[in-house]
């Protein structure tokens, strides 16, 4: 054996160094990139040239990072090319291309609403946005007032959009547990701050944060715990491997490990809180409690972008556990998801009818949907896959449509929520009114709007998947759902208009452009899905 | 030359819509715009003539297929188009008449404030006729079919500040659904049978489904054409329709789209052929109408209505033909053809009457009217002498062949078919005349201030208003009105002559319009001779009671048959009777039985629901402890139902 044959080897026992392909993982690079720039700005850049610098830059990022995307979806890396990157840790594959298309087209329009500087009434003579003055501040304390004084704004939610955006690109391509987790974390810890930073209100902001944090710090917990323990199971945390093991074609090797590996209970009971923790931020219930008190006290331009995004990102990793990691235990899952599947769409519709504030109702609208979009998982078919990807991209347009048209109608203090104050909104703002209606009707799944399409398309693929009685469950869900949709459209156009009520603020057109953009995808993909329905088929197939 | 049949629609269509989007800024050109689209349509249905008669006679048929409509996997919709000699005499007749309406109108609408709009639904109408004959299926038949519906619906409420026209308008609608069920069930059951609407496989195909599958198409096929062509027993629309402008009543309501029945028969004819059920339910439906409307013709005064009555008698004499086969085909489009020349020239010589008579429509109100109408008598006359059937005039080459292909047919049913179409020639005879010899004849009776009856108040509401009676100037009608009244005097006097020529016309359809000569039990020119005694009964006797006596001004109470005529022979009274009433009787029960058991269900379930919201809302109390907790109960759950899962 020559000398250089025993370096090789010893190099091959020392720890290789990581192979990265940097290309493919440009989207998630360039947004993690600029969202690091954006810290510099705050550090370095004036405070008044700020605003422009952040806004521009995020813009620029998540626009650039969409045309990488799209460039890779173009190289067939969607398709033919499909592969796993960096080590096995990411999947660049179709679902995973899909997902992080439509994560940065929908923060490219949330960033829109986040933007938006005309709706509040001027402060010392400046622009506000929808964000504190100053984040730290006591509320309603000296130091509060000082900030609006001085005309601070929080140009820091820029780079914490960024950075949740990041975390919400890698993980539904995560192909380890590990990167599985730590995305998690990237987009959730910059949640919950842009959760604390609303302008008014914001008691109820920071309670609405901190709530979001606690249960979230928690979840994670549990999936943390689910990973430890398949890690007990497999010896790894590649989803390759453990899906290996599961099909009993490949015993790890691990010393230590060895009294624990292919041990059924430890899997069970590890994959059960794995989707717990996904359950958790798709907000299903009974994981869903904290779903209406953070969207109600979040800022409402956050509110939209979580509300959108985050449900894309964690089911997007959900369907990839399912699908990868435990097709094997199909049949111990099915059950136990039929369960929250029923419960979740019964119980958002059920208890959205009571509800007398409009973000809160949007809440439980929801939860509901997360149950029908468990309808589509279910299915555990290719056209079930499809079909998740589909209704997520309609999904998530709709909602982030409709809390931009939140923001919009206003009194002395700040958005007017509470139901009451929306009554004869028709009258007097016709064309907010009707947008509204829309979008209300996309949720309730009507047709001729992208909502009919993604319920048609799930309950489709969940019929075939062999789940019609769920089909059954959600039907009666939706007629229970349309109601309370409905009762807003008639409350907006057939009774009268309070005579103190909300006037409909004038916005820039970056509102403009985020509502308009969300109603023609709404229509386009309920008067003509099948293009899209076609592209999400094509996407429908993970790398493994 | 294919494509030149797509423009054919699309002229008319584009009329449509810039004047119906154009605004107000084309109110002073519109009536320019439509016309010339109607004549640009007439020229490239010319141009096209000219090249079919270039063709040889069995290589005249012209498609066009546009593209792909509904194409769902085994349910193919094309829209295509489909020119043989059939359509093509259709879009000559309906361009060409519809042209010269379209110049009639521009006078005839002149203090019109909406006469943009009602020129683009005139080229609405067009533009949907020309669908329904060119279509190469049934389905697209069936869209141009609801789009006359609509025009048809639109004229005729055009005047729609009167509540009379607004009710006509939505009766004319109504009773055409009925009509357009049959169509719409015709096509389910075509595409259920043969996997596919279009024309040419349907029809060759249908001789081998059995009978009673063609039965059941071709009675469905008749029910629509019922609805369309004001036939018994969805006749009752067609009187009332003459609410709408006298042009509409000339275009719509007699020379076109009242005919659409008349071809849909026609063009089926290989289904009724294969279906005799169904073709003797036609010849029926054919025999009862051209009698129904000839005895209500008699009998009213109203000169329009009179004329609607006759619109709807002489369809019946072409539905009659329709029913009789190969015999009879090609003399019901024949009729079909000539009728629409002289009955157009007669409701445009009608609206002449009115324009110059304040708008006045009750014959008994007219009299003398030749001395200061002469154009319009003299056109109005030939009209008149055509649809009489007066020999060497249009009317009577057509009916005259009508007549011997009924009793052609044969046997008894011969026998009475063609008797009843005797009797339809003679009071066909009777009640023009009698239009004649009241309007243009005779004393004239405008003179003086109507009498109002004391028995019958509301039979003439227009002559009430106002307190001072205005003596009418009968005056001729403009040059715009006059003229298109000549044209069509010249196809009234000439058309059944040069159809006839060596019968010419039944040769030019003969390739895609079966034809075989029908043999009578008596010789041709014994029919011929008792058609014209027939012919001089009923001109003798209406000229008897309104020639030789003065006509009186109010009309006598007449005996219960002439009542009863008036009344449209009870037709409304019957449906009210027999339709309506049980319906309202229906809806009452359910309108019941929807608020006191559905309502009281639904109302419960929402009740229910909403209860189980508010009790469940609590649950969301606010408190992250108790949120955390919930969680954990939930990871429980899931825990130990996966681990339960696998133990069972």
Redesign the interface.
Known sequence: MSTTTELTLRAQEMIPAPDIEYGQLAPVLIVIGAAVVGVLIEAFVPRRARYTAQALLAGLALASAFAAVVGLAAAGRATTEAGLVAMGALAVDGPALFLQGVILLVSLVALLTFAERRLDPRAHGRHVDSFAAEGAAVPGGEGEKAAVRAGFTTTEVYPLLLFAVGGMLVFPAANDLLTLFIALEVFSLPLYVLCALARRKRLMSQEAALKYFLLGAFSSAFLLFGIALLYGYAGSVKYADIASVIADTNRGTTEALAGTTGNDVLLLIGGALLVMGLLFKVGAVPFHMWTPDVYQGAPTPVTGFMAAATKVAAFGALLRLLYVVLPGLTWDWRPVMWGVAIVSMLAGAVIAITQTDVKRLLAYSSIAHAGFILAGVIAATPSGISSVLFYLAAYSFVTLGAFAVVTLVRDAGGEATHLSKWAGLGRRSPLVAAVFAVFLLAFAGIPLTSGFAGKFAVFKAAAEGGAGALVVVGVIASAIAAFFYIRVIVLMFFSEPKVEGPSVAVPSPLTTTAIAVGVAVTLVLGVAPQYFLDLASQAGVFAR | METLIGLLVAAPLLGAAVLLCGGRRLDRTGHWIGTALAAASFLLGAVLFADMLGREAGDRTLSQHLFSWIPVGGFQADVAFRLDQLSMTFVLLITGVGTLIHVYSIGYMEHDERRRRFFGYLNLFLAAMLLLVLADNYLLLYAGWEGVGLASYLLIGFWQHKPSAATAAKKAFIVNRVGDIGLSIAIMIMFTTFGTFAFSPVLESVGETGEGTATAIGLMLLLAACGKSAQVPLQSWLGDAMEGPTPVSALIHAATMVTAGVYLIVRSGAIFDAAPTAQTAVVTVGAVTLLFGAIVGCAKDDIKKVLAGSTMSQIGYMVLAAGLGPIGYAFAIMHLVTHGFFKAGLFLGAGSVMHGMNDEVDMRRYGGLRKYMPITFATFGLGYLAIIGFPGLSGFFSKDKIIEAAFAKGGAEGWILGGAALLGAALTAFYMTRVMLMTFFGEERWRNAPTPSPKEPSVEPAAETGGEYEVPHPHESPKSMTVPMIVLAFGSVFAGGLFSWGEAFVHWLEPVVPFEHGHPPVSALTVTAATVVALLIGVGAAWLQYGRKPVPALAPRGSLLTRAARRDLLQDDFNHVVLVKPGEYLTRGLVYLDHKVVDGAVNGT?AA??G???R??R??N?Y?R???V??L???A???A???L??AV
């Open positions: 929402a629901v909403g189980l919201s508010g469940s809302r649950i969301q606010g992250a108790s949120y955390a919930s969680m109960g939930g990871a759950v899931l825990v139902a996966t681990l899962m696998r």
